[in-house]
């Protein structure tokens, strides 16, 4: 069964469960902040999701690759078993975006038309370096034909998602706000990575797969 274009490589970001600095709205960049209650309840129906499309679509996963935060990789670990492959690791690239001075702020203590760029605030790590270690990391894991999911963070999900090209199902002005333990899913060919689908619950990923048949 097809998912996509099987000629290509698939890349799945999923974002980790909640934490408790998630559900007080704080900004949560490089500190280590668990998991709480609600986030391994959510990754545990996040595996069960993934077990589900593999039984009734067939959708496997060649490799599943974590943020080294522990809020990632717990996800990971939770779901790694039901997503059908053997490889697990673990990749410094795909840690969340460094936040410096604004990480622990509350979303009303800044202001949300400088969260993407913030040339101001020197601690902030640019779009520029995030996409450069994000691309980097891609060209060396993705090869035509595999599918690889990537348990990483919110902001390195949605500016990833802005700075991809983005194919007709897409549109312009698409939500980018992004569910913990949601799916982006990319076509990749080794030039480039194309946005298919965001923000999807892995609850839809079987259905997904067969509206590409």
């Not at 545990?44 to 943020?67: N, P, Q």
């Not at 690791?89 to 969340?96: F, Q, T, V």
């Not at 007709?168 to 194309?194: M, Q, R, S, W």
Request: one cysteine or more; aromatic letters at 8%.
């Amino acid at each position: 069964m097809d998912f996509f274009d099987k000629s290509k490589g698939i890349v799945c970001f999923i974002r980790h469960g909640q934490t408790d600095w998630n559900l007080q709205a704080k900004m949560q960049g490089r500190e280590e902040v668990p998991l709480n209650e609600t986030g391994i309840a959510q990754a545990r129906e996040c595996a069960l999701a993934f077990k589900d499309a593999l039984d009734k679509a067939g959708i496997t996963w060649t490799k599943i690759i974590s943020s080294p935060l522990s809020r990632a990789a717990d996800t990971a670990k939770i779901i790694k078993d039901a997503v059908g492959c053997e490889y697990f690791g673990i990749d410094e690239r795909i840690i969340e975006r460094d936040f410096g001075e604004m990480s622990g702020l509350v979303y009303e203590e800044y202001s949300r038309a400088t969260f993407n760029n913030v040339p101001e605030i020197k601690t902030v790590e640019t779009i520029e370096s995030l996409m450069e270690r994000l691309n980097a990391f891609i060209a060396d894991n993705v090869e035509m034909g595999e599918r690889v999911l990537i348990v990483t963070h919110g902001a390195v999900t949605r500016i990833f998602a802005r700075e991809s090209e983005k194919s007709d199902k897409i549109p312009p002005d698409f939500e980018h706000a992004i569910g913990n333990c949601h799916c982006v899913l990319y076509t990749y060919d080794k030039e480039k990575t194309v946005l298919q689908a965001y923000n999807v619950s892995p609850w839809d990923l079987a259905g997904l797969a067969k509206e590409n048949e």
